[in-house]
């Protein structure tokens, strides 16, 4: 590595030139804050000349850091730039800016400048070599343009590369240097070109940088990331793509252009579209897409939890450790093919098995589960079973929801799955169902047709947030009811989770019998109505889906309104069935809750076979599980663990037995303890379940048909 110290002017003095990959970011300076910056140093510099010359230093602008690539025959002598094309490009503009003020009123000096902008003499491809800095792909059209206003462009650079529609920075930037030089140089008598020759001056004699030149055994990569564009910060995608082709160095050029470009073309243009620009929110993070994706690709790989906030020196961090690819080529296409998969969660197509995902992940708020979904998608090899392992997932996480169970620890859970099912050889769709049934804490089980049927029946399930996951079901139930009828049609409505019974229900839906009662006069039969009814109002079996302008009209009508408005209008199979009931009460509400029921334990199937639990039940009378279990505590950082004998627990190391889990919690602590929350239960290979949670589930177990 080796610095010089040269002037913006002694930067293009010569015949040569500077490339910038594809892979970097786009020309992105804009007058404020970067622009305007450089010209007050600019003016500066100049001042000083004009009023103390003998004291001028040259003002300090940065560093860039090039790489020289090897030429033959009549190529042009060329650099890579590693890091600076900010600063370059914009020093290019800038000398251009000047030419352009000068062309009209000086033409010594436009001739002076115009060997800091194009090579002259011989060159192996004139049309492009000519040029002292050849830009990205995007920037490119506006930049042959401004710096030789008489190319033909379409000839040099394709209409295709330059089609998004938008002014460049460039140009804007162009136009910015060119009214501040008329500003600085333009008095009252016209042209001042001692004015002029000063402002050339002072880039010449006023301004640097550091030019850091890499030999051989330099990292790119390493230098780059010691600096940084003045005020545009890097993003994360921006870190990982440059630490990504950076190393791909050593590749050449061909045709005037950089050859890693080929590969830039092909993995990372497509990951540059809006698309991946556009935000998204996972929780209260909202970052671009291409983050995201980016987040997940890493969390998959490396089978943990990736902050995205991290995500750069993580992913530095695992390629420059563990050497995952054989190449930067295969690197690449695990990132293209996570992004196939991902740009399908997020396109959301409902008829796809993976954009199917995409949706049930943005209602019940998931986005834990998408590196799991990658790797299936992606990695597993599954195929055609795909689908029955996105079907699975769903009616493990959808069945938990219904139940209530928490989500906490699915972040860990999921990319867990990951590790899990890499080691097994066998069908990776049966490894899922079978590590997803075998789950048995709160934390993490699959809850079986009893405890799912509990929680649709008995749980209210109306709440404003989770009307999404809710309108996720019902769209489901009814598209398998019109499946079974053998019809295919397009839901296209804003279709809304509504009551059929109105939260206030008791004006227009009253309870009959209680007629004679005055107002305010208590009846305890009728008080316990009331509670019925108004816990019944929630339930699954009260909600169904319609027009929130079909809604509105009935809204808290009597049944004798609402139900006719409703049937006359809705074509649902969902509100069809509503035809069967006469009247609508609790009653009739907990008979349909049992239908939809009946529907969806289809849809949202139950786990394979039985949890391991069940093992370590005993009849209700006993205190402890089985003979032998092995118990453990975790308290102030040591975990104690503990072993059943005699239907007592004996804890390791300490003398004595204990009859209940909160005597042995108090002996450890020296304090008064409810000890079922604190001790876990060993069940099957690695599984430990609360004591509590397992208190709880023996009543179930012990109750179900032998």
Same mark, same amino acid.
């Given at each position: 590595?080796?610095?010089?110290? %040269?002037?913006i002017?002694?930067?293009f ?23 305007e ?16 010359? #003998? ?28 890091d600076?094309?900010?600063r370059?490009? !914009?020093f ?6 000047l %030419? ?6 000086? =033409? ?10 194009l090579?002259?003499?011989? +060159? ?16 490119r059209?506006?930049?042959?343009? +401004? ?17 998004d529609?938008?002014? %460049?920075?460039?140009?804007s ?71 990504i082709?950076?190393?791909?160095k ?8 950089? !050859? @890693? ?31 995201? +994706?980016l987040?997940?690709?890493l969390?998959m ?29 295969? &690197?690449?296409?695990?990132?293209s ?35 799991? @979904?990658i790797?299936?998608?992606? &990695?597993?090899?599954?195929? #055609? ?39 097994g ?13 075998? *789950? ?16 649709? /029946? &008995?749980?209210?399930? $109306? ?5 999404p *996951?809710?309108?996720?079901?019902f ?14 049609? &397009?839901?296209?409505s !804003? ?14 839906w ?13 009846d ?38 609402? /139900?006719?408005?409703v ?15 006469d ?11 049992e ?12 786990p ?8 370590v ?11 032998? =279990?092995?118990?453990?505590?975790? $308290?102030?950082?040591?975990? $104690? ?15 004595g037995t ?12 020296? =304090? ?6 604190d001790?876990?239960i060993?069940?099957?290979e690695?599984?430990?379940? +609360? ?16």
């Amino acid at each position: 590595m080796r610095p010089y110290t %040269r002037s913006i002017i002694e930067l293009f003095d010569g015949k040569k030139r500077y490339l910038i990959p594809l892979y970097q970011r786009q020309y992105a300076w804009k007058v404020q804050p970067q622009l305007e910056l450089l010209w007050e140093d600019i003016e500066r510099a100049a001042e000083r000349l004009r009023t103390d010359r #003998a004291s001028l230093t040259p003002h300090f602008l940065g560093a860039i850091v090039i790489a020289q690539i090897k030429t033959f025959g009549k190529e042009v002598q060329a650099f890579e730039i590693i890091d600076g094309q900010q600063r370059l490009t !914009t020093f290019q503009i800038l000398l251009a800016a000047l %030419r352009d003020v000068a062309e009209p009123y000086s =033409t010594k000096w436009a001739d002076e400048l115009r060997p800091y902008l194009l090579n002259e003499g011989v +060159m192996a491809q004139e049309e492009i070599e000519r040029f002292k800095l050849w830009p990205s792909r995007t920037d490119r059209r506006a930049f042959v343009g +401004m710096i030789d206003p008489s190319v033909d462009i379409d000839a040099i650079v394709p209409p295709a590369f330059n089609e998004d529609g938008f002014v %460049r920075l460039a140009i804007s930037a162009h136009a910015f240097f060119m009214d501040a030089i008329k500003h600085h140089v333009m008095t009252d008598t016209g042209f001042d070109e001692f004015r002029f020759e000063i402002l050339f001056e002072a880039m010449k004699a006023g301004l640097a940088v550091v030019s850091i030149e890499l030999e051989g055994g330099d990292d790119p990569q390493t230098i780059f990331e010691t600096l940084n564009s003045r005020g545009v910060d890097l993003t994360p995608g921006d870190l990982m793509r440059n630490f990504i082709f950076q190393r791909a160095k050593g590749l050449g050029q061909a045709s005037g252009s950089l !050859t @890693v470009d080929s590969l830039y073309e092909k993995h990372w243009i497509p990951l540059d579209r809006a698309f991946w620009n556009q935000s998204a929110s996972r929780g209260r993070q909202v970052r671009k897409r291409l983050d995201w +994706m980016l987040t997940d690709h890493l969390s998959m790989k490396v089978a943990d939890i990736v902050s995205v906030d991290q995500l750069f020196e993580s992913y530095r961090r695992w390629i420059l450790s563990n050497r995952p690819f054989a190449s930067v080529v295969d &690197e690449l296409e695990a990132i293209s093919a996570t992004a196939s998969v991902e740009e399908m969660l997020f396109d959301q197509v409902a008829d796809d098995p993976i954009g199917d995902f995409g949706l049930f992940a943005d209602a019940f708020d998931v986005s834990t589960a998408m590196p799991l @979904v990658i790797y299936l998608a992606s &990695e597993a090899n599954l195929g #055609a079973n795909l689908s029955e392992a996105l079907e699975a997932l769903k009616s493990y996480i959808l069945r938990r929801d219904i139940c209530r169970l928490t989500n906490k620890n699915y972040n860990r859970f999921f990319v867990g799955i990951i590790a899990h099912l890499r080691k097994g050889d066998g069908n990776k769709v049966d490894s899922l169902i079978s590590y997803l049934s075998e *789950r048995v804490a709160e934390t993490d089980r699959w809850p079986d047709d009893t405890e799912f049927h509990r929680g649709w /029946m &008995e749980r209210d399930q $109306y709440a404003g947030p989770r009307q999404p *996951r809710l309108r996720y079901m019902f769209v489901a139930i009814e598209r398998y009811k019109r499946s079974a009828l053998n019809e295919e049609i &397009e839901i296209k409505s !804003t279709l809304t989770i509504e009551h059929i019974m109105p939260q206030s229900w008791s004006a227009n839906w009253p309870i009959s019998g209680f007629e004679h009662l005055e107002p305010g006069e208590f009846d305890p039969e009728f008080a316990a109505l009331q509670a019925a009814r108004s816990a019944a109002v929630n339930k699954l079996g009260n909600l169904t889906l319609l027009t929130h302008a079909l809604n509105s009209s009935v809204s808290n009508g009597s049944y004798s309104v609402k /139900m006719p408005a409703v049937r006359s209008n809705s074509s649902l199979a969902l509100n069809r069935d509503l035809n069967n009931f006469d009247d609508w009460n609790e009653s009739t509400i907990a008979e349909r809750g049992e239908s939809l029921f009946n529907v969806a334990r289809k849809i949202w199937l139950a786990p394979a076979g039985s949890h391991d639990i069940v093992t370590v039940m005993e009849p209700l009378t006993k205190k402890f599980p089985s003979e032998g =279990t092995r118990c453990r505590f975790t $308290y102030s950082g040591a975990t $104690y663990y503990a072993s059943v004998h005699n239907g007592a627990l004996v804890v390791d190391g300490e003398s004595g037995t204990f009859n209940s889990f909160s005597a042995a919690s108090e002996k450890i602590t020296g =304090t008064n303890r409810n000890g079922w929350k604190d001790w876990y239960i060993a069940c099957g290979e690695g599984n430990w379940i +609360m004591a509590d949670d397992w208190r709880r589930l023996r009543a179930t177990v012990n109750t179900l048909p032998k």
